[in-house]
């Protein structure tokens, strides 16, 4: 694993930190290059051009650690819009082609005071109501190892009503090979992680993580779920190909993933190669804490972020 990412996520944590970089005028250029705009007016053009280069799109709204139940609900009516507007978008290729939001249950309220998960699996339920009326698909995100097992509950219990929900799981936990043999029946995105967790919890080294995701990854390849393959890894991508090839899963039946703004070129032929390919693409005012996560998984976005400010 980077070594600097554990200071990145630290510092990152610190108010000051997050006053200096929020009014440094240079960020907006590196913001740019991972969030598709503040409002959906931006986003919308964003995500007609990657449906249009055969790309499919999950959208998150950007928002985590709500303590104010006001903002929790602006966070939900902001989510019914967008359905109605990716429902819109529905359909240009296929039936599997179904636009999609991300979404994170700290956004919907799971860190409030009083009632948080209910509040939050209640939200979660409004939200998949819409989507299912829309043909839209719902995934729910993972934050912190300390909200994994509330998230997971919540998501059984919407899953029972909507089955298609889909959650993420983090290679880096321990508990994760676990987590994908109870659910690899349903839809489960597979990620390495990207929060800064102790190692009583969580594989450090990246070498023991890329393992972790391979042993997670064959469990879901061989489940009668959905893998969803979240990496940008060369060596993860052709993993999933092999293995897809080897339990006779055609490009229907799992999809690559990354997020917007990386590795594009691959994106592109990942896409073009008839492959199931969608992209993560955030937009929102609260891009913070995904900035200094994309910022802390890798050195040379630091380097160039510190050069821009210097530069300036
Ligand atoms: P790795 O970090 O080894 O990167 C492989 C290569 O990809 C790098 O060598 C580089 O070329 C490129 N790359 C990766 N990150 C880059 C960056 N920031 N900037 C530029 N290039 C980069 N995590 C989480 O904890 N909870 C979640 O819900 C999600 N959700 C999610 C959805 C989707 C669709 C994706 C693709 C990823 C997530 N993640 C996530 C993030 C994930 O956990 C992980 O931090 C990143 O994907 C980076 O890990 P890779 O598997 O790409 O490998």
């Known amino acids: 694993m980077n070594p600097l990412r554990p200071v990145i996520l630290a510092a990152s944590a610190s108010p000051r930190m997050k006053r200096i970089v929020t009014a440094t005028p240079v960020t907006a250029e590196i913001?740019?290059?991972?969030?598709?705009?503040?409002?959906?007016?931006?986003?919308?053009?964003?995500?007609?051009?990657?449906?249009?280069?055969?790309?499919?799109?999950?959208?998150?709204?950007?928002?985590?650690?709500?303590?104010?139940?006001?903002?929790?609900?602006?966070?939900?009516?902001?989510?019914?819009?967008?359905?109605?507007?990716?429902?819109?978008?529905?359909?240009?290729?296929?039936a599997t082609a179904r636009t999609e939001v991300s979404v994170k249950l700290s956004a919907l309220g799971q860190a409030l005071p009083v009632d948080g998960p209910a509040i939050a699996t209640?939200?979660?339920?409004?939200?998949?109501?819409?989507?299912?009326?829309?043909?839209?698909?719902?995934?729910?995100?993972?934050?912190?190892?300390?909200?994994?097992?509330?998230t997971l509950t919540a998501v059984r219990e919407v899953r029972?009503?909507?089955?298609?929900?889909?959650?993420?799981?983090?290679?880096?936990?321990?508990?994760?090979?676990?987590?994908?043999?109870?659910?690899?029946?349903?839809?489960?995105?597979?990620?390495?992680?990207?929060?800064?967790?102790?190692?009583?919890?969580?594989?450090?080294?990246?070498?023991?993580?890329?393992?972790?995701?391979?042993?997670?990854?064959?469990?879901?390849?061989?489940?009668?779920?959905?893998?969803?393959?979240?990496?940008?890894?060369?060596?993860?991508?052709?993993?999933?190909?092999?293995?897809?090839?080897?339990?006779?899963?055609?490009p229907d039946r799992f999809e690559h993933q990354m997020l917007f703004g990386i590795r594009d070129p691959e994106q592109l032929r990942l896409a073009a190669a008839g492959n199931a390919m969608r992209v993560y693409v955030p937009y929102g005012s609260q891009w913070y804490g995904y900035l200094t996560r994309r910022l802390a998984e890798r050195p040379a976005n630091l380097t160039f972020f510190l050069r821009a400010l210097v530069s300036k």
């Open 31 to 94: 913001v740019r290059r991972f969030v598709a705009g503040e409002g959906r007016d931006e986003l919308i053009p964003v995500v007609r051009e990657l449906l249009a280069s055969r790309r499919l799109v999950s959208v998150d709204f950007l928002g985590e650690n709500t303590t104010d139940r006001a903002q929790a609900d602006v966070t939900v009516a902001e989510y019914l819009s967008l359905i109605n507007d990716l429902a819109a978008m529905n359909g240009f290729r296929d």
């Open 160 to 250: 029972a009503e909507f089955p298609w929900l889909g959650v993420v799981l983090q290679a880096y936990l321990h508990r994760t090979e676990a987590d994908c043999r109870e659910l690899s029946g349903s839809r489960i995105r597979l990620c390495k992680g990207a929060y800064r967790e102790p190692h009583t919890v969580a594989y450090q080294r990246s070498a023991e993580v890329t393992d972790s995701y391979l042993r997670c990854l064959e469990i879901l390849m061989c489940g009668a779920g959905y893998p969803m393959v979240a990496t940008h890894d060369p060596v993860l991508i052709l993993a999933a190909e092999q293995l897809a090839a080897e339990t006779g899963r055609g």
């Open 122 to 150: 209640e939200n979660l339920r409004i939200l998949c109501t819409k989507a299912a009326q829309a043909g839209v698909w719902v995934t729910v995100d993972a934050e912190d190892h300390t909200t994994t097992e509330a």
